[in-house]
């Protein structure tokens, strides 16, 4: 998986800024990814730790959200039946991190056209009384934000499972954002471990 994962969010790497914003009108799915034969059994130890993907100065909204994440991640796995453990000596290692990027998205209205819209006239027609049905596909951009939250198996260092939720950015200071955010990090978790 490793390799996969690598290839996969290649785009991820370099600075990043770290707006945790996620939104949106659907709630999408979170999915996740796994090295086969990796022990994730409940009964380990975890160990929740700050992801070199996030940026040194955080902004006191940024760290409270990094916090949430945080306390949230620790909450679910010891639900689960994994134990909380100084990362020194923890089984599994977990971090996460934000992906922000910019998309587009097509949106098809549905309008009513003129034939002169189209240089046809039926025969008998007038231009102001034929109207045909039509389309029209409007093409906008959106900001949005990508929370990935990674496994590590402690004693190889290597990323063992990989989980992420996107969707569509709110305004940083947006009043639902916390419950939002808390709730992308349980519905990410709710794939771990892998069934």
């Known amino acids: ?114 034939s002169a819209d189209r240089g046809e006239l039926p025969p008998g027609a007038s231009w102001d009384s034929t109207v045909i049905a039509c389309e029209e596909a409007l093409i906008s951009d959106y900001d949005e934000r990508t929370l990935i939250i990674d496994v590590y198996a402690a004693a190889s260092k290597q990323l063992v499972w990989h989980g992420w939720k996107s969707r569509e950015a709110l305004a940083p200071d947006a009043p639902e954002l916390p419950g939002i955010v808390e709730q992308a990090t349980v519905d990410i978790l709710s794939n771990f471990p892998p069934g």
């Open 1 to 114: 998986m490793q390799k996969s994962a690598s290839k996969l969010f290649r785009w991820c790497l370099g600075s990043l800024p770290l707006v945790l914003t996620l939104s949106g009108c659907a709630a999408p799915a979170a999915f996740a990814d796994w090295e086969r034969g990796a022990d994730l059994a409940p009964g380990k130890s975890f160990a929740v730790t700050a992801s070199k993907q996030l940026p040194k100065d955080l902004s006191e909204r940024q760290k409270t959200l990094v916090s949430l994440v945080s306390s949230t991640v620790e909450r679910e796995l010891t639900q689960k039946g994994y134990t909380k453990a100084p990362a020194d000596v923890a089984e599994l290692v977990v971090n996460f991190y934000v992906v922000a990027q910019t998309r587009q998205k097509v949106t098809v209205q549905s309008k009513d056209c003129y």
